[in-house]
């Protein structure tokens, strides 16, 4: 496993299972930028990216959330589609 590899699968379990939001913060780059398109949120910067994820984000889903990785590609870039579902009565 190359170690983009290693790192990304680092951050999802950080950001899905573990949900801890300095273990992710952990495995970006120094100058972070997430961009979460389906809602036109995010944050740019540590600082930004650390407050999406605190208020946003990790820990904010409902209890009964579940994502499956249903693939994972490529070794330069990677690509992991990573669906979610819950229960729509229990959201926040």
């Known amino acids: 496993m190359s170690d983009l590899a ?19 913060m952990a495995t970006m780059s120094e100058s972070p930028h997430v961009h979460h398109v389906p809602t036109i949120t995010g944050g740019n910067g540590t600082d930004g990216v650390r407050a999406f994820y ?35 009565t229990t959201c926040r």
């Open 54 to 88: 605190t208020s946003h984000f990790i820990g904010q889903w409902p209890d009964d959330t579940e994502t499956k990785e249903i693939s994972s590609t490529g070794t330069r870039r990677r690509c992991s589609p990573r669906p979610a579902s819950w229960t729509p």
């Open 6 to 24: 290693t790192t990304f699968d680092a951050h999802l379990q950080a950001e899905f299972q573990d949900l801890d939001v300095d273990a992710t």
